[in-house]
């Protein structure tokens, strides 16, 4: 037997991110809880796993800047407003990853709050912006963001041009505060620069951080690519992608998050992997020319094994962390030296990030890093969803 469930949700907009929002008290009371049932609801709600790739019977779009859910709830957290899951959907697996966090969703996290009344309305200005402090469950760590307020209500609009994203909207200011664990090496092995022994390539040089979210970075030269490739120059050739994939899993074992390849099939999420080269003139995704001079360096990252379209903003966080801290590739390629923060060109276009980091006794921590970002709402209603 079917059952048909009614859940309220909202499909919205963060940065270059799409994602179907729930409160946690609107979900079934059996999804309320981590576990086998929640993971097949939200599958089923995006429409994994699907064998086609398309995502044709659910919310998804097919990528995975669309396949994701959140989770937000009234936090009993100190300090905080809400609580925040994210769970990222595998398109054609039957696999959801709760290990790491979106930072382009962050974004909208605030504005779905307020919308739902999960923030103190005693703190919502008539107009200006609203701080919203969310405690981000996946990673544990605190992300502020400041939310523009018209008329008692989050404004959706205004002339602020985000790459990636085709319409302007209202800026939101994001901060991650400590995106680093608390007590240990941001660097997992102790090391700026590692080498990494890949099939086919030989001794790789990388920077592997854990920063926003954990993530492996490559010189482009040494890995035979040129720095400003596009979707299309990787995505549609599957022995390009493979290396990668492997790339990935020799990074994730040397971090410590897995302790055989085999694990890395259901930690598709997490590490990131990304290629660093000096600025470079190069054409955009949408035919716009971006300039060497109005840029300190290009990335190119992928994310569930396939190119990103832009930059997902958890990485856009590490890029930061690395690139203030000297010595590492992301750094060297930026220049080199004393970096605050960075403009860097992504497929889509640029994005300015910037972060603090510092040297302890437990090794290099990142204070904070930060970034602007949009969001809006796109659709409020009831999923309809078969289990």
Known sequence: MTTKYKVPATYMRGGTSKGVFFKLSDLPLEAQEAGEFRDKLLMRVIGSPDPYEKQIDGMGGATSSTSKTVIVAK?????????????????????????????????????????????????????????????????????????PIKDGEVNEVGDFKLDGVAFASSEIKVQFLAPSPVGENMFPTGNLVDTLT?????????????????????????????GVELQEDINSDSDKLAFFEKLRIVGALKMGLISDPSEAKTRQHTPKIAFVSPSQDYISSSGDMVKSDDIDLNVRALSMGKLHHAMMGTAAVAIACAAVTKGTLVNLAAGGGDISDVNFGHPSGTMKVGAKTAETDAGWQAEFASMSRSARVIMEGVLHVPL
């Open 75 to 147: 936090s009993d957290k100190a300090e905080h407003d809400v609580d925040y899951l994210f769970g990222q959907v595998a398109i054609d697996k039957p696999s959801v990853d709760w290990s790491g966090n979106c930072g382009n969703l962050t974004a909208a996290v605030g504005a779905f709050a307020i919308n739902n009344g999960l923030v103190d309305a005693s703190r919502i200005p008539q107009n200006g912006d609203v701080e919203v402090r969310i405690w981000q469950k996946n990673i544990e760590k605190t992300l502020v963001v400041q939310v």
């Open 198 to 226: 890949v099939e086919g390539l030989g001794d790789i040089p990388a920077t592997m951080i854990n920063a926003g979210i954990p993530t492996i970075f490559v010189n482009s030269d040494d890995i035979n690519y040129s």
